[in-house]
């Protein structure tokens, strides 16, 4: 399924605001979730995308300051991701 160019136009605007203007994209999120047009919808989305991805970036560059390697587990898959001592 393509997304209109309206969805899309609505994405990067939030995803943008987001990045560089987080306390101004909180305020219009918080006011537009109950919207139902699709700009509205996707602008929330694209905002909720970085609000993740710079979540994931924190816990990553806090794995690095801890200086501890992380390796997936070869052995065992079920277990995941481990600390290699």
Known sequence: MSAS???VNGFN???LI???LP????MLRKNLEQSQNEFV???VAGGTE???ERNRSKVFSKLRSSGKDIAVSKDQPTKGIEPEI
Do not use: N, T
Not at 23 to 26: D, E
């Open 13 to 15: 605007a939030g995803y």
């Open 18 to 20: 987001e990045k560089h």
């Open 23 to 26: 306390k101004l994209s909180g």
């Open 5 to 7: 160019p309206q969805e």
């Open 41 to 43: 919808v996707a602008f």
């Open 50 to 52: 970085m609000k993740k």
